[in-house]
DNA sequence: TGAAACCAATTTGTATACACTGTGAATACA
DNA sequence: TGTATTCACAGTGTATACAAATTGGTTTCA
């Protein structure tokens, strides 16, 4: 099992990480002979991958990536803080140990990712540290919502990871500083406080998105009729 | 694809239907038999099933219908109402003239199988009715943890709707007037209306289950203590 | 020249044979 | 008699060969 969970693993990380772009096709034999796997065992990755989220499948018409429309971004923002604050509330009050213990571990994958300024992996690791919260609210109900939220969130994300701009890195620092007040949170069973920090990591977030979909104007030399003027 | 599309159906009803027990183990090459497939496109359909949350599968272990635990029921009584209002809300802002006809399609094979006091019927018919207003939604993140919440929310009905008590026959039919009030709702476009029926009819579905795991106590010939006595 | 039909090549879908894994029963040993 | 080991069987996982379907290009006819 281990190569096919290996390619399961690396495939989703590529769609994350946006290497395989949204609308993508995903061809079976380059893939099952890129992953040493023959074709039965990679159309049954294709099958969970798709019933994942990450890809979807039309008859005799293969694989391809996830699309993220317009459409899409519109429920996106509207459905995530809902979902996400349930799932923080929910992980508070039932996290086990052990899933605490992965958490940290996540965490501190995402602070060396950081450190070393490694974006897609920043991307990955803050993705498997809010998919480990997920686990934790233990609602079988939810966990599909938040699975395919998540999938959506890292993918915009990543732009704004790579974009690393000086002020970008300080926002990072927040949301780090924010997984560690959510850690402790969860740790200290305060499901009140764990929704709090969720709804102002979620507004660092949406933020940051906002901020990469409408930039700053460039300078309009050509009219001078706008507001405010720069010094 | 017929003969699967067919197999994948099919295997979803008789989940549904509680003819295949939460728990039971699957046997891919009796299915595969059963079905007129191969033991290839059947565990492709089985992966399918899984992704949708209808059953599990574990690595050389085979495949087993999706268990209904105690703490699963706990999640689904809070999970289920905010999910099935987020989506009623939308299913009344988003849904298309197409959807409204095959809602109405619905409505009416989910009468006419209470007409014919056909159980099992029902229950599919209900299900259906509720998974295209999760359609009409157009939210691709809430709409499998609708899915979810629809399948263990049908198989706990089945059980009611087997028992087909005297008074249980007016429940259904309220539940049915509810479904009409709800096509109306959507077709007017009125999110607040729509909401409010499904609130409705959420504690319909919530007393009847209800009354159903805590029933009213057999007589207590042996101790006279009780308060409210019999006339 | 335009459109429609047909054909070939590529890609997906299915069947079958074989390999591997896990389980349970029987046997051997303490 | 209890326990551990081994072996056989049942069932899942994988590979390969073959069938069906879609796509794009070419040819033919109006």
Not at 89 to 115: D, V, Y
Not at 158 to 164: G, M, P
Not at 191 to 200: F, G, H, M, S
């Amino acid at each position: 099992m281990t190569k096919k969970d290996a390619c399961i693993s690396d495939l989703k990380a590529r769609v994350l990480a946006l290497e395989l772009a949204p609308g993508a096709a995903l061809d079976e034999v380059s893939l099952s002979e890129s992953y040493g796997l023959s074709r039965t065992p990679l159309r049954e990755v294709l099958q969970r991958l798709a019933g994942e989220g990450y890809i979807s499948l039309e008859a005799n018409r293969g694989a391809v990536v996830s699309a993220m429309d317009i459409a899409a971004m519109r429920q996106f923002f509207q459905t995530a803080p809902i979902i996400y604050c349930a799932i923080s509330r929910l992980a508070a009050e039932n996290a086990s140990l052990a899933q605490l213990a992965k958490l940290k571990a996540e965490q501190f994958g995402f602070t060396q990712a950081k450190a070393v300024l490694d974006a897609p992996a920043m991307a990955l690791a803050n993705h498997h540290f809010h998919e480990t919260i997920g686990a934790m609210s233990g609602n079988p109900y939810l966990l599909p919502a938040m699975g395919r939220l998540l999938i959506d969130h890292t993918r915009i994300s990543q732009r704004f990871y790579n974009a690393s701009a000086p002020h970008d890195g300080v926002r990072i620092t927040q949301a780090a500083h924010q997984h560690d007040l959510l850690i402790d949170a969860i740790e200290r069973r305060s499901p009140e406080k764990a929704v709090e920090i969720t709804l102002d990591h979620w507004a660092l977030s949406r933020d940051e998105i906002e901020r990469y979909v409408w930039p700053d104007p460039l300078p309009d030399d050509t009219t001078r009729r706008t507001t405010g003027e720069s010094t």
